[in-house]
């Protein structure tokens, strides 16, 4: 029955990875930003809301409740609902204070990030601390990425579990660096542009232009079969013949984990060089892995560009991702995703003009509480959720 809830839910838009082909652009038709506008827009929600019968108020509820706030619907709720959509508002606010918000915030990265408990010495819970942490303040979730400290098991802030001298929240975690660890770190860059900007290679070059062939290794510069001098590429590496179509774009971001180790420790004495003879991807220093750039001196440093603004490392290139127009559409994604219990929403996603209305109803910078009460009062949001239960 997942399926019907996914094409009921999250159908009508295009594909996640699709965001860069929509150019990050808000859609013209979610209003012209005036404050009459906005009002009027808002007002229009809450009427379609309210025209939302008790008993499907109800059934709504009894589906969010339990990965919401990790329980049953209460009676008093039960009660509040007979008024009908009208109520929905009321019942989801006092939802945002419980203790269950948290533990689903956490949930929903830890699940996201695949990291959760502890393995080989790393702290796998650090990510959903960062998470929960945020919730319980009403901090902005924009601080998944640009927090500049980690959260402990007893939710006080700490020093992240790198050793680099710098905290991007949730990537600047070993939990999520060891665990995308990969040749040439294309898996943590792919890893980050997935879960936290909905885009994936190639993207559009408008959103993020591509590093200027020369720059790259040989085997990377390649755009044909003609173009390609690698035999490992020849073989089927990676995209095979044609690797500037995506590595031109990886090769900036995979540049931000170059100083990181397959452990997910910051090591000040990466070069970034290919070991010579060695595995393709692989770092002539040992637990590192190789940059896309030629130049020694490119190849060791952090440096780097991030959808076409310069970067030092990663911090900068979080706030990059998290005050783009893609941050909040995607987290709207995945929140949607995980409080209707489906699977990540990399197939069809939801409407343009939907995750529109709901970033722009969160407000800016807006804590996850707020995104949530835009998100799941939304009227298509509620109805399309209606309508699924009564395809099962």
Do not use: K
């Amino acid at each position: 029955m997942r399926a019907m809830i996914v094409l009921a839910v999250l159908a009508l838009g295009c594909a996640a990875g699709e965001l860069d082909r929509a150019r990050f652009e808000v859609d013209g038709g979610a209003g012209d930003g005036s404050i009459v506008a906005a009002l009027e827009s808002e007002a229009a929600l809450a009427r379609r809301r309210d025209a939302i019968a008790p008993e499907d108020a109800e059934r709504y509820a009894r589906r969010l409740a339990p990965m919401l706030v990790r329980r049953s619907l209460r009676e008093s709720e039960i009660e509040q609902l007979e008024r009908g959509g009208l109520a929905l508002a009321t019942v989801l606010d006092a939802w945002t204070s419980e203790p269950g918000l948290e533990r689903a915030a956490r949930d929903m990265i830890s699940t996201l990030l695949g990291t959760s408990g502890h393995r080989d010495g790393i702290d796998l819970d650090l990510p959903g601390n960062l998470a929960a942490h945020l919730v319980r303040a009403d901090a902005p979730w924009s601080g998944i990425l640009t927090s500049d400290h980690c959260v402990d098991a007893s939710g006080a802030a700490s020093a992240c579990d790198t050793g680099a001298p710098y905290a991007a929240g949730v990537i600047t975690t070993r939990a999520f660096l060891a665990g995308n660890h990969s040749r040439y770190n294309l898996r943590r860059a792919r890893t980050l542009m997935r879960r936290f900007a909905c885009v994936d290679y190639p993207i559009a070059d408008d959103v993020q232009p591509r590093l200027e062939r020369a720059l790259l290794i040989p085997m990377f510069r390649a755009t044909s079969a003609d173009d390609q001098t690698e035999d490992a590429a020849r073989a089927g590496f990676g995209n095979g013949l044609a690797c500037y179509t995506c590595h031109g774009q990886f090769g900036a971001h995979a540049q931000l984990f170059v100083r990181y180790d397959r452990d997910g420790r910051y090591r000040a004495d990466a070069t970034g060089a290919q070991r010579a003879g060695g595995e393709l991807g692989v770092s002539d220093v040992e637990g590192l892995y190789a940059s896309h750039f030629v130049d020694p001196e490119r190849a060791r440093d952090e440096r780097t560009e991030m959808l076409g603004q310069e970067v030092a490392s990663l911090p900068d290139a979080a706030r990059v991702i998290a005050t783009s127009p893609a941050f909040l559409p995607c987290a709207t994604r995945h929140l949607l995703a995980y409080g209707f219990d489906l699977a990540e929403p990399s197939g069809p996603a939801i409407d343009a003009r939907t995750v529109d209305e709901i970033v722009r109803d969160a407000g800016p910078d807006p804590s996850l509480r707020a995104l949530a009460r835009a998100a799941f009062l939304h009227p298509d949001v509620i109805r399309a959720a209606l309508a699924a239960n009564e395809a099962r």
